[in-house]
């Protein structure tokens, strides 16, 4: 079993940057992909970025050039690095992790508005 934390949301006005980070944890796990996913009022779930255990990474075409997602695999984290937010992107981020198994965090709301 694997639990997924995520930390780092906010309220940030457009322009700005906001880092978040999901931490697993659990035991007799390892961890293949990480990613983020966000969703939007309204919409469906969406990839933001991924990364392999080995760091080969992901991005959906309308984050590029402004986020970057890294990971520690030493501390089974993983980081969304968001340049230049734009209201669009406000939403609900969530942290993804698969080994043999999917795994979703709680959520964490981040809102870009002036």
């Known amino acids: 079993q694997v639990q997924l934390v995520e930390s780092g949301g906010g309220l940030v006005q457009p322009g700005g940057s906001l880092t978040l980070s999901c931490a697993a944890s659990g035991s007799g796990f390892s961890i293949n992909a990480m990613g983020w996913y966000r969703q939007a009022p309204g919409k469906q779930r969406e990839l933001v970025a991924t990364?392999?255990?080995?760091?080969?990474?992901n991005c959906a075409d309308s984050v590029k050039g402004r986020f970057a997602i890294a990971r520690d695999n030493a501390k089974n984290t993983v980081y969304l690095q968001m340049n230049s937010l734009k209201p669009e992107d406000t939403a609900v981020y969530y942290c993804?992790?698969?080994?043999?198994?999917?795994?979703w965090g709680q959520g964490t709301q981040v809102t870009v508005s002036s």
């Open positions: 990364i392999t255990r080995g760091g080969g990474t």
């Open positions: 993804n992790a698969m080994t043999r198994f999917e795994y």
